[in-house]
């Protein structure tokens, strides 16, 4: 499985993004996809996740600001971050979980204060 983020930009704080992820390949065997995220010197966290189902998981800093959504026709999902923080700052790692786990390039996400 390929991914191909977008959507990445500056933004000032309190403002809005969304990212989109387009999946190539096996997409078919695809079972969950998302969002992941890295500042500088921290570790990858998790941001959301959605199942093909449609189940969706938030970790807390994030729950009642960003939406993960699944158009599965389209083998894209997307992230709807509202109310950024300057905190939110960080490259967007899109993620789609197979028997594998597969990661796509990054797109960086700046929020201004």
């Known amino acids: 499985v390929q991914l191909q983020a977008s959507g990445g930009g500056l933004v000032q704080a309190g403002g809005s993004l969304r990212l989109s992820c387009a999946a190539s390949?096996?997409?078919?065997?695809?079972?969950?996809m998302g969002w992941y995220r890295q500042a500088p010197e921290k570790q990858r966290e998790l941001v959301a996740l959605?199942?093909?189902?449609?189940?969706?998981n938030y970790a807390d800093s994030m729950k009642g600001r960003f939406t993960i959504s699944r158009d599965s026709a389209k083998n894209t999902v997307y992230l709807e971050m509202n109310s950024l923080k300057p905190e939110d700052t960080a490259v967007y790692y899109c993620?789609?979980?197979?028997?594998?786990?597969?990661w796509g390039q990054g797109t960086l996400v700046t929020v201004s204060s």
């Open positions: 959605i199942t093909s189902g449609g189940n969706a």
């Open positions: 993620y789609a979980e197979t028997v594998y786990r597969s």
């Open positions: 390949g096996r997409v078919f065997s695809i079972n969950v």
